[in-house]
């Protein structure tokens, strides 16, 4: 956008723009998100790359305590959470093997006592949300995870507000997720499943169909809108149905990934998702708290 000679001399105001459910560090000007889900460590880091981010790394000791507080209030077990640190090389002493999925340099460190410690030819790093102390983890093993990313940025100059990048991909209340390339809407109401799948496809969309760990992540992350109704808990409906002994999705994409809830699915033809926790699925009959539409890009 073009702007008037007398804005130009103005100075500039950057906001940290960091989404719903992130954390912003002003200190680092970096977006925290922090995952409950239990990954391992390559799974992780491809949901931190859908958010155009990586495993966090930690620099100093403010990051350190700053992403200790952070995910102790979440991770109420006091476990280990991912950080994005690995190494191909068995001697986990030598600060030189370990490299950072952000790319930033190795330059500091806050092991427990004891640690790190090798376990073969790889290993990755995770922290203790009891004191921020780190150890060295398998990486095929499974726990919550921390991504970090830059804010979006929004320059403010005089009051004419310019959002940096602004790509209109999805229409008006659709968000893009460039994973999957298509565009996703949440909508909370207490609906049934028929009244969903036809709102949807009234609105050029179908019911959201879900073919990987990371899409399921993402909806789960964006129907958290709406927690704490009371009627039928947290669930939303997705689009798999029981079609005469098939499962099946409605936008007639293939069932190449499910998520089912332990003891599902049962005897009901229809499928919600529970946001929180594991983002698990079960299927019902009933009416629940709402729904995800989900279309191709605006052309």
């Keep these: 956008m073009i702007l008037p000679f007398f804005l130009l001399t103005l100075p500039f105001l950057v906001n940290a723009q960091c989404g719903v459910g992130a954390i912003y560090n002003e200190k680092n000007n970096l977006c925290y998100r922090i995952y409950k889900a239990a990954v391992d460590f390559d799974t992780a880091e ?57 790319g930033t340099p ?28 780190w150890l060295t983890a398998t990486c095929t093993d499974e726990f919550p995870f921390i991504c970090a990313s830059e804010p979006k940025k929004i320059t403010t100059v005089s009051g004419v507000t310019c959002p940096a990048n602004k790509v ?37 969309a179908e019911l959201a169909s879900v073919h990987s760990y990371t899409e399921n992540e993402f909806l789960s992350q964006i129907s958290t809108t709406g927690l704490g109704e009371t009627y039928n808990g947290y669930n939303i409906w997705i689009g798999l149905i029981n ?23 049962q005897s009901y033809s229809t499928t919600a998702m529970i946001p929180d926790g594991d983002h698990r699925w079960y299927n019902s009959n009933y009416a629940q708290r709402g729904y995800i539409c989900k279309r191709p890009a605006v052309h």
């Design 46 to 102: 491809s949901i931190c790359l859908t958010l155009n981010g990586h495993l966090a790394s930690v620099h100093n000791l403010d990051d350190n305590i700053f992403l200790t507080q952070q995910a102790s209030k979440l991770i109420y077990d006091n476990g280990p959470v991912w950080l994005g640190a690995q190494t191909s090389s068995p001697n986990v002493r030598d600060p030189n093997n370990w490299k950072w999925t952000d």
């Design 106 to 133: 190795f330059d500091y460190q806050n092991y427990r006592i004891g640690q790190p410690s090798s376990l073969g030819s790889s290993a990755c790093m995770q922290f203790l949300t009891s004191d921020g102390t």
């Design 168 to 204: 209109n991909r999805c229409p008006s209340r659709y968000v893009w997720f460039q994973y999957t390339q298509s565009c996703y809407r949440v909508v909370i109401a207490q609906t049934s499943f028929d009244s969903a799948n036809q709102y949807c496809k009234n609105d050029g």
């Design 243 to 265: 079609n005469n002994g098939q499962w099946q999705w409605t936008d007639g994409s293939p069932v190449d990934f499910v998520n089912w809830e332990s003891n599902y699915p």
